[in-house]
């Protein structure tokens, strides 16, 4: 049975390292990978077809069926109903998960024009989230069969307790955050 790359480094090199420096007593307290949700809104006013293209988009980056998601309120400043369409949705776990965070950090985010890292700044609780304006940094993606470019939404949730520890996990798996400037 195939593992992932990922989770072979998390398992093997980062547990005991985390468990040596932060002197966690048993291997479930180091912080681990729980979930990436990734998201990305559709203005289905605009084009009907918007949101399943939307939807065939994120299946191949993903590698995993996505659900489209419904407003669920109307809101008259924005034009929106009622159950309209509004986005597309999808929860990655276990080696899914792994697989598309290691295509993330190793081979789309160094495509990236003028990368310099990914800001600092975590939720509180050790989760992160970073705003990806354009889908073709993906190589699933062909340049040529796309119509629009689709902006998503990637949120890594983790099992740390405080930013601090989910901070050195995701450096650890790779995560290229900016340098702090001197």
């Known amino acids: 049975m195939h593992t992932p790359t990922l989770k072979k480094v998390y398992l093997e090199t980062i547990v005991p390292e985390m468990m040596k420096t932060r002197g966690y007593a048993n291997r479930h307290e180091v912080p ?6 990734v998201n ?4 289905s006013k605009l084009d009907r077809a918007a949101v399943e293209e939307t939807a065939k988009e994120l299946a191949i980056v993903c590698g995993q069926k996505p659900i489209v998601t419904h407003a669920r309120s109307s ?11 509004v986005g597309v949705k999808t929860t990655l776990r276990g080696k899914n998960m792994y697989e598309f965070l290691y295509r993330l950090v190793n081979i789309a985010l160094p495509v990236i024009r003028d ?4 800001p600092v700044k975590m939720d509180g609780h ?8 354009d889908h073709t940094i993906f190589p699933e993606i062909v340049m040529d069969t796309t119509k629009r470019s689709i902006g998503m939404d990637i949120t890594i949730v983790t099992t740390a307790k405080t930013d601090e520890e989910g901070r050195e996990l995701l450096e650890k798996l790779g995560m290229p955050f900016r340098k702090k400037q001197l």
Do not use: D, H, W
């Open 32 to 37: 681990a990978l729980e979930k990436i949700i």
């Open 75 to 85: 809101v008259s400043n924005f034009k929106v109903r009622q159950a309209m369409p």
């Open 115 to 118: 990368f310099r890292g990914l």
């Open 126 to 133: 050790g989760n992160y989230t970073i705003g990806i304006t």
């Open 40 to 43: 990305s809104g559709v203005n």
